[in-house]
């Protein structure tokens, strides 16, 4: 079974910088799009960014300015370089791969801690 890898996470102070990295433990196919969401304690998972096949990027309004997403979507590699970290970017990090014709992988998640 197909398996989306994280790494990155740790513990930072405001205004501090991580990059996070994921990759397929195995190639997958017909990507339409990879990226990331986060998902604080007591929050619903929320979009934070992704990148398309294309090579576009969106980004949610929250983190614009100050998340930047990369990789290559056909060899399922994905970052996300987190910049100027704020207590509120505190959360649960997850991969996601978007595939044609609705298809979708999730991994297990990096946690991002930031102090105040």
């Known amino acids: 079974q197909v398996q989306l890898l994280e790494s990155g996470g740790d513990l930072v102070q405001a205004g501090g910088s991580l990059r996070l990295s994921c990759a397929a433990s195995?190639?997958?196919?017909?990507?339409?799009?990879m990226g990331w969401y986060r998902q604080a304690p007591g929050k619903q998972r929320e979009y934070v960014a992704a990148?398309?096949?294309?090579?576009?990027?969106n980004y949610a309004d929250s983190v614009k300015g100050r998340f930047t997403i990369s990789g290559d979507t056909l060899k399922n590699m994905v970052y996300l370089q987190m910049n100027s970290l704020k207590p509120e970017d505190t959360a649960v990090y997850y991969c996601?791969?978007?595939?044609?014709?609705?298809?979708?992988?999730w991994g297990q998640g990096t946690q991002v801690t930031v102090s105040s």
């Open positions: 990148i398309t096949r294309g090579g576009n990027t």
């Open positions: 996601n791969t978007a595939t044609w014709p609705g298809g979708n992988y």
């Open positions: 195995e190639r997958i196919f017909s990507v339409n799009s």
